[in-house]
C-alpha cells in the first residue's frame, strides 16, 4: 500500500485556502459562467499543486482520498462539510485532468476521509492518495 501526498497552500479565498459549498452555489445562483469560472479557478490551483507533489504519478487501480484541512485559528469556523464537499469536487476533478486518476466515479475513487485542524499559520489542504492494491 503505497501513498502519494500533495499539498494546496495559501489564502486563495477571503484568507482560508479554498471557498465552501456555500459560496460555489451563491457563484452559480448569480451567474452560471460565475459558478463556473470559480470552479475552473480552483481547479487550476489544485492542479498546480498536483504538479507540483505528485510530478507524473498516476494510480493504477481505485483509491481512497484522505484529507486533512488546516483551517484559520483567528476568525469564523466554518461548516466542515461545506468546505470539504466544494474541495473535494475540484480536487477529484484536478487528479482526473492531471491524469493522476481515470475517473472520479466510485469504480477509481472507493472512498474518502477528511480530518480538520486550526492553524495560526498558513492554511492549506493535505492530500494523500491511499493506492488499493489486491
Known amino acids: ?3 502519494h501526498t500533495f499539498e494546496i497552500r495559501g489564502r486563495f479565498y477571503k484568507g482560508h485556502c479554498f471557498p465552501g ?5 451563491q457563484a452559480i445562483g448569480a451567474n ?11 481547479q487550476m490551483i489544485a492542479c498546480n ?9 498516476k494510480t493504477h487501480g481505485p483509491i481512497i482520498l484522505h484529507y486533512t484541512f488546516k ?3 483567528k476568525g469564523n469556523k466554518r461548516d466542515r462539510m461545506n468546505v ?3 474541495a473535494d ?3 477529484e476533478d484536478a487528479l482526473q485532468k492531471c491524469g493522476v486518476i481515470e475517473n472520479d466515479d466510485p469504480a477509481h475513487v472507493l472512498n474518502t476521509t477528511h480530518d480538520f485542524s486550526y492553524t495560526k499559520g498558513e492554511p492549506a489542504i493535505i492530500v494523500s492518495i491511499e493506492e488499493i492494491t489486491g
Do not use: T
Open 89 to 91: 469536487k475540484v480536487i
Open 71 to 73: 483551517e484559520p485559528e
Open 49 to 57: 499543486a498536483i504538479r507540483l507533489g505528485l510530478k507524473r504519478f
Open 84 to 86: 470539504f464537499s466544494f
Open 1 to 3: 500500500m503505497d501513498n
Open 32 to 42: 452560471p459562467k460565475k459558478g463556473n469560472r470559480m470552479k475552473q479557478d480552483y
Open 21 to 25: 459549498l456555500n459560496e460555489y452555489i
